[in-house]
Structures are given as structure tokens and as C-alpha cells.
């Protein structure tokens, strides 16, 4: 069986500090990992994954993650937040060996204050 | 090129009445994948549908239900709707075998009374 695990539920940051949202899975097997956001009546947008390879994942808008296989957590990060980046994310996890579709976290609202 | 559609934006129902939800997947894509996001539960995924076949279900009543059509389009059917049925049914599709690469839809926001 395949799980992810987002602690917090909600997140805030002042606007130009660094930003971190938590992500922890677990699997069977090896992971392939994904974050998304969700904008307030959108769907799910991808930001990045990480399918094997280096630790640090870049992705788009400026986030990346770090896979630490020790920990079992892939959280996300971006060095400098922005008001836009206000959003829902939501982590997700796919064994690689038995499983087909994606396990997604409870999602973590991030809220970049001004 | 055009995103995965979702129609209706909105459905409203009530209680034993049946929901018939729409997605078609991006040009090219064969597989579609439907998920529930209910508020407060993440997504939790519901079914995925490739080449016209089921291929898996998650932890759903068989009341959820579903077809895929030969152009690859996708019904999703929920029957004797529950209040707790209210949430946001999302679709995604891939390429074949891309189970990696799922691309989002905007959702039918589904309400029960």
C-alpha cells in the first residue's frame, strides 16, 4: 500500500522569506513523487516530480524539492515566496513496482502574507 | 492545445437522484483518470479508464460508475446520490502508460441537497 502524509494543514509566510511545505510518503517499494497546486476553482496544476536520480528537484515557478530517502519526505521549497504563490499543494506518491494510479496527500493551503 | 475539459461546471441534485459527469482528455491521451475532492479529504482517487476498458477503482460503492468512450471521452455516473457525495470531481488524463504524467481538468463542483 502507498501513502502520503501533509502535517500541516495550513502554512503562512511573510512575503521574500523561504517557504517549506512537508511532505512525507510511504511505499513498498520505490517512490515516484509529485507535488501539485490547486488555484482557488482550478484544477490541479503540476509543479515537479521526482522519478529517480538526483535529491533536488527543480521545477516551475521557481519551487523545487528534495527526495530524502532516510526520512521518506519530498517537501517542497522555494527560496523567496510571493503573494501568488498562495495556493493549495498537494504532494502525491505512485510505487513504481505495483501501483497505477497516484496517492495524494490532504493538501496543505499556503497563505503569503504581504 | 487544448487542456482537459470538464463539463458541467456545476451540478446541483438531490438526494437519490443520479449524476452524470463528463471529460475529455487532451488530444493524443488515451488514459482518463477521475478523482473526488471532498472537503477536508484530499483527493481520493475513484476510477481510471484506458482504451475503453476499467482498469482500476478505488475505495468507492459501485454506484460510482463510469464508461470510456471511443474517443477516449469519459462519463462518470454517480447514483442514488448521498449528501456526502457533495465535492469536486476531478478528471485527469495521460498518454497510455504515462501514469506519471497526469494532466488536470478544472473540475464539476457537485452538490447534493
Known amino acids: 500500500a502507498q501513502s502520503v502524509a501533509q502535517p500541516e494543514d495550513q502554512v503562512n509566510v511573510a512575503e521574500g522569506n523561504p517557504l517549506t511545505v512537508k511532505c512525507t510518503y510511504s511505499?513498498?517499494?520505490?517512490?515516484?513523487l509529485f507535488w501539485y497546486v490547486q488555484y482557488p476553482n482550478r484544477g490541479l496544476q503540476f509543479l515537479l516530480k521526482?522519478?529517480?536520480?538526483?535529491?533536488l528537484v527543480k521545477g516551475s515557478y521557481g519551487f523545487e524539492a528534495e527526495f530524502n530517502k532516510s526520512q521518506t519526505s519530498f517537501h517542497l521549497k522555494k527560496p523567496s515566496a510571493l503573494v501568488s504563490d498562495s495556493a493549495l499543494y498537494f504532494c502525491?506518491?505512485?510505487?513504481?513496482?505495483?501501483?497505477?494510479?497516484?496517492?495524494f496527500g490532504s493538501g496543505t493551503q499556503l497563505t503569503v502574507l504581504p | 492545445e487544448a487542456g482537459v475539459t470538464q463539463s458541467p461546471t456545476h451540478l446541483i441534485k438531490t438526494r437519490g437522484q443520479q449524476a452524470t459527469l463528463r471529460c475529455s482528455p487532451i488530444?493524443?491521451?488515451?488514459?482518463v483518470y477521475w478523482y473526488q475532492q471532498a472537503l477536508g479529504l484530499g483527493l481520493q482517487f475513484l476510477l481510471w479508464?484506458?482504451?475503453?476498458?476499467?482498469?482500476n477503482r478505488g475505495n468507492f460503492p459501485p454506484r460510482f460508475s463510469g464508461r470510456q468512450f471511443p474517443n477516449y471521452s469519459s462519463e462518470l455516473n454517480v447514483n442514488a446520490l448521498e449528501l456526502e457525495d457533495s465535492a469536486l470531481y476531478l478528471c485527469?488524463?495521460?498518454?497510455?502508460?504515462?501514469?506519471?504524467?497526469?494532466?488536470f481538468g478544472p473540475g464539476t463542483r457537485l452538490t447534493v441537497l
Open positions: 511505499v513498498s517499494g520505490n517512490p515516484y
Open positions: 485527469a488524463s495521460s498518454l497510455r502508460g504515462n501514469y506519471n504524467e497526469q494532466f
Open positions: 521526482y522519478i529517480t536520480g538526483d535529491n
Open positions: 479508464y484506458d482504451e475503453g476498458e476499467e482498469r
Open positions: 488530444s493524443g491521451h488515451t488514459s
Open positions: 502525491a506518491v505512485r510505487d513504481w513496482g505495483s501501483a497505477r494510479q497516484l496517492t
